[in-house]
């Protein structure tokens, strides 16, 4: 089977969040919360509730519950409330989409800490592609840590490794391919373009192919899939000395570098150097004594004057008075 499995997470933060995503998966009210656009009503019947309370407020109440049997009474602001974890399948899949998800669900629910902290697992059949959305309230050791039980991009890399080769793997699906971005992306575009043309396929004399390519555009990595369409690592283009030596740098303020081989410009010495424009000092008050500077030569300083200890001549010229 060529289908891939997807899977996707992300933290819900914000004041009544729970409840906002809680309604969205239920189609309670049709929130502002998601892709409601893409929802179409007259399949929201279609949809199934595989755990959780009945209804919206229920899932709230029931987070609020599992919150104060750990003690935790309060969050700060930018707290990570919950996390959501969205499964889905490809349009042309042939399985139990039940099934899958129910394997998919507990998988999750084992991931992060059992099913006692899954709050709702919810199948969407109204949209595009079937999909699951499965809600997680991130208690760890009786506190709420959803930054720690999601991790960073390594952590995250390693959850989408293990649930293909625990679950998905088992249903014939292959991995889902890596997000091009950039020059691939375009280059995945190209190649896309490309094969449908040489192949004269009839999706380029369809009334929907404006749609069609809008959708290849915007993301080509299935249509690579589909096509049988194996892409080239994009070429680094090196540099030549010359560019690198003029280069601007990475500073929004950089200047080019150069390379001068010139003689370097004759330094100004200092009695050509203008002190006159120097603002003059006021004059010390009456009686201030005046101590004389005046050149002395070590030859003609008095031996007796100097300080083994502190290793120089004492001797001070006299004051004047002025």
């Given at each position: 089977?060529?289908a891939?499995?997807?899977?996707r997470?992300?933290?819900?933060?914000g004041?009544?969040?729970?409840?906002?995503?809680?309604?969205?998966?239920?189609?309670?009210?049709q929130?502002?919360?998601?892709?409601?656009?893409?929802?179409?009503?007259?399949?929201s019947?279609?949809?199934?509730?595989?755990h959780?309370?009945?209804?919206a407020?229920?899932?709230?109440?029931?987070?609020?519950?599992?919150?104060?049997?750990?003690g935790?009474?309060?969050?700060?602001?930018?707290?990570?409330?919950?996390?959501?974890?969205?499964?889905?399948?490809p349009?042309?899949?042939?399985?139990?989409d039940?099934?899958?998800?129910?394997?998919?669900?507990?998988?999750?629910?084992d991931?992060?800490?059992?099913m006692?902290?899954?709050?709702?697992?919810?199948?969407?059949?109204?949209?595009?592609?079937?999909?699951?959305?499965?809600?997680?309230?991130?208690?760890?050791?009786?506190?709420?840590?959803?930054?720690?039980m999601?991790?960073?991009?390594?952590?995250?890399?390693?959850?989408?490794?293990k649930?293909?080769d625990?679950?998905a793997?088992?249903?014939?699906?292959?991995?889902?391919?890596?997000k091009?971005?950039?020059?691939?992306?375009?280059?995945a575009?190209?190649?896309?373009l490309?094969?449908l043309?040489?192949?004269?396929d009839?999706?380029?004399?369809?009334k929907?192919?404006?749609?069609?390519r809008d959708?290849?555009?915007?993301?080509?990595?299935?249509?690579?899939?589909?096509l049988?369409?194996?892409?080239?690592?994009?070429?680094?283009?090196?540099?030549?000395?010359?560019?690198?030596?003029?280069?601007?740098?990475?500073?929004?303020?950089?200047?080019?570098?150069?390379?001068?081989?010139a003689?370097?410009?004759?330094?100004?010495?200092?009695?050509?150097?203008d002190?006159?424009?120097?603002?003059?000092?006021p004059?010390?008050?009456?009686?201030?004594?005046?101590?004389?500077?005046?050149?002395?030569?070590?030859?003609?300083?008095?031996?007796?004057?100097?300080?083994?200890?502190?290793?120089?001549f004492?001797?001070r010229?006299?004051?004047?008075?002025?």
């Amino acid at each position: 089977m060529s289908a891939a499995a997807f899977l996707r997470i992300k933290k819900l933060t914000g004041e009544g969040i729970i409840g906002k995503a809680a309604r969205h998966n239920r189609r309670s009210g049709q929130t502002k919360y998601g892709s409601d656009e893409r929802i179409d009503p007259e399949r929201s019947h279609l949809n199934q509730t595989m755990h959780g309370p009945v209804s919206a407020d229920a899932v709230v109440q029931l987070t609020k519950d599992l919150m104060a049997v750990a003690g935790v009474t309060k969050l700060r602001r930018d707290a990570v409330k919950g996390l959501e974890v969205i499964v889905s399948l490809p349009k042309n899949h042939q399985l139990n989409d039940r099934e899958y998800f129910a394997a998919c669900t507990k998988w999750i629910a084992d991931y992060f800490g059992g099913m006692q902290n899954i709050l709702s697992s919810d199948i969407h059949r109204d949209e595009a592609q079937p999909h699951c959305h499965i809600l997680i309230l991130p208690l760890l050791n009786g506190k709420m840590n959803g930054g720690k039980m999601m991790g960073y991009k390594p952590k995250l890399l390693a959850m989408q490794q293990k649930f293909f080769d625990d679950v998905a793997s088992h249903y014939g699906l292959e991995k889902a391919p890596a997000k091009l971005v950039g020059a691939s992306k375009q280059a995945a575009v190209n190649a896309v373009l490309q094969s449908l043309k040489t192949a004269s396929d009839p999706a380029l004399e369809s009334k929907a192919w404006a749609t069609i390519r809008d959708d290849i555009e915007r993301d080509p990595a299935p249509y690579v899939r589909d096509l049988g369409i194996e892409l080239q690592p994009p070429i680094k283009k090196l540099r030549t000395m010359a560019q690198i030596f003029t280069s601007k740098g990475k500073g929004k303020d950089s200047q080019p570098k150069s390379i001068d081989f010139a003689l370097p410009e004759k330094r100004q010495s200092l009695c050509s150097v203008d002190f006159h424009s120097r603002p003059s000092l006021p004059a010390p008050p009456a009686g201030t004594p005046i101590l004389d500077v005046v050149r002395i030569r070590e030859s003609e300083l008095d031996p007796a004057a100097f300080n083994s200890d502190l290793g120089e001549f004492v001797q001070r010229p006299p004051l004047r008075a002025p």
